[in-house]
Every structure is written in C-alpha cells, then in structure tokens.
C-alpha cells in the first residue's frame, strides 16, 4: 500500500479570506459612520436644542423622559415651519391628560389646536372622548373629533355612530374621515363606495365637507383619485421626510412627540397656513 502523504494546508487563502472579512468589516463601519455624521449634521440644531438648559427642565426635573431621533427630527420640522400652526391628537391611548399644563410642544412651540377620536366602527366609542373635548375647549383650542372608519363595517351605521356621540359647533374643525386599511371581506370598491357613504350622511348632517385623514402611501394608492376635491391630512413619519406636500392640508410628521402635560409620546401635526386661513376649516 502506497503511503499517504500528508495534507497540505493552502496558506495563501486563508490569509485572503481573513483580509476579505476585515475589509468587509472596515466598510460597514466606514458607512455607519457616514450615515451617523449625516444624522448628527441634519439635526444638529434639534440635537443643541437637547444640550442645553432646555434639556435639564424637560427630561430631568420631569421623571428622564427618553430622548431620540424623533425628538430631533420633530425639532428640525417645527423650526422649518414657524409660519405655519401645530397642534396635536389623542385617544384614550393617552391616558389621563393634564389639560392645564398644555401649552406647547417641547417648552418651544405654541399650540393651537387638537383632534380627538370619537369614535370607531359602527359602536366603538372612545372612553376619553367627552373628557378630554370638553377640556380642550376649556384650553381654547381649536378642536377636531375623527371617526376611526372599519372598512368591513356597515358605513351608514358607522356615519350614524359618529354623529351621535360628536356634538360639533361653530368654531370646531370639519370632521373628519380616518381611513388607514383595505378590508378583508369585500373589494376595494366597495370600500370606496362605502367611504362616501360616510362621508354624504355626515356632510348632510353638519353642513360641510369632512377632512380625510390617512397615511400618505394609502391616500396615495387608494383614496387621492376617487377623493380629488377634499381636505387632506396625511400620516408620514420618515425620518428623511421635512416638508408636505402641496395636496396636503395637514400633516402629521410623527407619532412619538412631545407636549406638556401628556406623559405618553403623541402625535404631532402641522397645519399649512395661518390663522386667517385655518377658518376655512371650522364650522361658522
């Protein structure tokens, strides 16, 4: 029998295979660096706003609320749009509010309105709606009340449902429309016929045209063609979006901002426009 001979290692590739892996790692580490310095400088005047004395009465002295990129982003915006007006919503989902201490986003930005859900499907009432409306109002806000529409529900009874438990009067915002999914148990047609439904019982009822709200891909993709003359207020969070768009009426730029006087993150929202022309948008 011929003897074996022994194995012999290739120490070239592994020496390539060992360098291969470190460069690979040198350029992931190169572009998170890269990213993080365009963060860092993008944001730079909401990250100062952090670092300053701002900072200790906000998120020390009130229980170390966390900050993150959001907080930041959310400053930039507010500070590109001081022209415009900011408000923002809620639901039971905020718990209890200290209504009192409202009085801006972020000890900076003043407040001048809020939306509040009402209701939800054909019998879902929010259990903080009555309260938190009539403290609202205590605070001169202007108000909103939104329907969260269920596309696989009964859109009169959902229209009925609404109107009974919203009672708007001259000086509150149009109602408004929440629709954020497609339904599972019917076509997107019959969605849309269902939507207008809504929408024709409740225009009749208070004499205006409902806001719709919903996210901006689905507004873009389902709603913007069938809904062409209405007032728009689009969801869109992206951290590399900074401005609305010129269909937009409002628009909420995240879901994790800050106000006093609310210990949960909230939605915050801008509208585009002053105060001459956020009457276009009340009841008289």
Do not use: C
Not at 177 to 191: A, T
Request: hydrophobic residues 40%.
């Amino acid at each position: 029998m011929a003897a074996v001979k022994p194995r012999k290692y290739n120490r070239k590739k592994t020496v390539r295979k060992k360098t291969k892996i470190a460069k690979w790692k040198w350029h992931v580490l190169a572009y998170t660096m890269l990213i993080l310095a365009f963060v860092v400088f993008h944001y730079r005047d909401g990250i100062k706003y952090f670092v300053t004395d701002i900072y200790e009465s906000i998120f020390n002295k009130e229980g170390s609320k966390e900050v993150t990129v959001h907080d930041f982003r959310a400053i930039e915006i507010l500070d590109k749009h001081k022209d415009h007006l900011f408000g923002f919503d809620v639901s039971h989902y905020q718990y209890d509010i200290d209504w009192k201490a409202i009085d801006s986003l972020y000890h900076k930005f003043p407040v001048d309105y809020v939306f509040l859900r009402t209701t939800m499907g054909i019998d879902g009432v929010d259990a903080k709606f009555s309260y938190n409306w009539k403290k609202a109002k205590s605070r001169l806000l202007v108000r909103g009340a939104y329907h969260y529409y269920r596309p696989d529900e009964n859109s009169t009874l959902q229209a009925l449902n609404f109107i009974k438990n919203t009672p708007l009067e001259a000086g509150d915002f149009f109602p408004v429309l929440d629709i954020e999914e497609l339904p599972k148990m019917q076509s997107k047609e019959k969605m849309i016929e269902g939507l207008k439904n809504w929408i024709a019982i409740v225009e009749k009822h208070y004499g205006v045209k409902p806001i719709i709200y919903s996210g901006a891909n689905f507004y873009e993709h389902h709603l913007k063609n069938d809904f062409p003359d209405y007032k728009i207020w689009i969801a869109k969070y992206s951290l590399f979006s900074e401005k609305m768009n010129d269909d937009w009426h409002f628009w909420q730029f995240t879901d994790k901002g800050t106000v006093n006087g609310i210990e949960t993150k909230v939605d915050l929202n801008i509208f585009k426009g002053n105060r001459q022309d956020l009457k276009q948008f009340v009841i008289q």
